[in-house]
Nanobody, 114 residues
């Protein structure tokens, strides 16, 4: 299983970014997919999830600003982030569980300046 995250970058507060995660080596359409983030000097935290039936959940800090989605044909996971705040700064990871193991993408850095 491989997860490849991309789309991070530097943006001013109030801006937007769209993260992508390309998945391979698993039956993507059946997997619940997750976005985590790790702010500087803090622990990794769950940001959003999306099930195989497209049910989504979000941490309170991003509700109304972030949207998680998936494309089962192209095996891609997305995180549309709007109205970004400096507290959204961190390394963003996609994650899933398959074959009784947890797999992480390599992370993509999002930096939001004030």
């Amino acid at each position: 299983v491989q997860l490849q995250a991309s789309g991070g970058g530097y943006v001013q507060a109030g801006g937007s970014l769209r993260l992508s995660c390309a998945a391979s080596g698993l039956n993507f359409r059946l997997n619940t997919m997750y976005w985590y983030r790790q702010p500087p000097e803090k622990e990794r935290e769950l940001v959003a999830s999306i099930t195989s039936s497209h049910t989504t959940t979000y941490t309170d800090a991003v509700k109304g600003r972030f949207t998680v989605s998936r494309d089962n044909v192209y095996r891609k996971l997305y995180l549309q982030m709007t109205d970004l705040k400096p507290d959204d700064t961190g390394v963003y990871y996609c994650q899933t569980t398959a074959y009784s193991r947890t797999f992480w993408g390599q992370g993509t850095l999002v930096t939001v300046s004030s």
